[in-house]
């Protein structure tokens, strides 16, 4: 029940992720999609955590700037041959770097017609192409979302619009069919706006994080009490599955808000990119409130090489 927010107009990114607090996972890191197994010494191309049972990712950044957010439609569960967390890293490691992302997504929906995923929707971002030169034009992104509309669907792509530009965002609905009316869309593409729109010219990037990070907090007035009610909510408090019913059965699994990510891409090229845990659950089974003060951040600079149109 993954939710994220964007403006490319204004480069900033508020996602979270939402998942079995128990499911294993690395911390946001530089990798190459390496197997799981492999020891990693040295530092990839792609910034992202890593979900250590399939080795994907839902989100993820690479040193050129393109991102990657995937998240799943709410759906009865089904097994497929097909890993969609395939579909984040061919993105984040491309074939041809230089290739527009109108390209890029023709050649996507080829090499995918065949392939059945379970439900998701995918939105891909990538710097468009320069003007001159790419050192000094300022950073534009071009942005589409894909999906497959529900398990085993076709695949189709779209262009985003300029609404979805200036502001948009995106959880486990079915585009087109409901999808921007879940109340958590609605909220936090308002207050995304919102928050925009109210900043001072002098505001510091540590207030900016703050309130991107702040809108990934709110929560419906009503707590869900099964995950159909998931969509009404931003924040996820651990919500228990399949509860223990005696001192010998094994901890309840518990479903929250395990990660909140804030992404700032400035038409410099800098960026910031900083991962706080929300709830963890240790190995006995425990649920605590992750602390903020161990937020892991990384600051680069977007490689513009090879973007000249």
Not at 6 to 15: D, F, G, K, R, V
Not at 75 to 97: M, N, Q, V
Not at 159 to 188: F, Q, T, Y
Request: a negative charge; hydrophobic letters at 35%; charged letters at 25%.
């Amino acid at each position: 029940m993954c939710v994220g927010f964007w403006s490319l107009e204004h480069p900033e990114y508020a996602l979270n992720r939402d998942e079995f607090l128990s499911r294993p996972t690395s911390p946001a890191h530089w990798h190459a999609f390496e197997p799981i197994s492999a020891v990693d010494n040295i530092e990839g191309p792609v910034l992202s955590g890593r979900d250590l049972k399939a080795g994907g990712t839902w989100a993820g950044l690479n040193r050129s700037g393109r991102l990657a957010l995937l998240t799943n439609i709410t759906e009865a569960p089904r097994k497929y041959a097909s890993t969609r967390g395939d579909l984040t890293s061919s993105f984040l490691l491309p074939k041809d770097p230089k290739a527009t992302l109108e390209a890029e997504i023709d050649e996507f929906l080829l090499e995918n017609r065949d392939r059945a995923y379970a439900g998701f929707n995918l939105l891909l971002l990538t710097p468009a192409p320069a003007r001159g030169d790419s050192g000094r034009s300022p950073l534009v992104l071009d942005g589409a979302l894909a999906t497959n509309s529900g398990g085993g669907g076709l695949i189709t792509a779209r262009m985003l619009s300029k609404e979805e530009r200036e502001c948009g965002g995106i959880s486990n609905g079915v585009d087109h069919h409901g999808a921007s009316e879940w109340p958590k869309v609605k909220h936090g593409i308002q207050t995304l706006a919102a928050v925009l729109n109210s900043l001072p010219q002098d505001a510091t990037e540590a207030e900016i994080v703050e309130r991107l990070f702040a809108l990934l907090t709110w929560k419906s007035e009503h707590a869900p009490v099964d995950r159909s009610e998931l969509r009404n909510t931003i924040m996820v408090d651990p919500l228990p599955i399949g509860p223990s019913e005696s001192a010998d059965a094994p901890p309840p699994n518990y479903y929250g808000t395990r990660l909140s990510t804030v992404i700032l891409i400035r038409r410099d090229g800098t960026a910031l990119f900083i991962e706080r845990d929300v709830w963890t659950r240790s190995d006995d089974g425990r649920v605590a409130r992750g602390d903020p003060g161990h937020d892991r951040v990384f600051r680069f600079q977007i490689e513009r090489d090879g973007l000249d149109a």
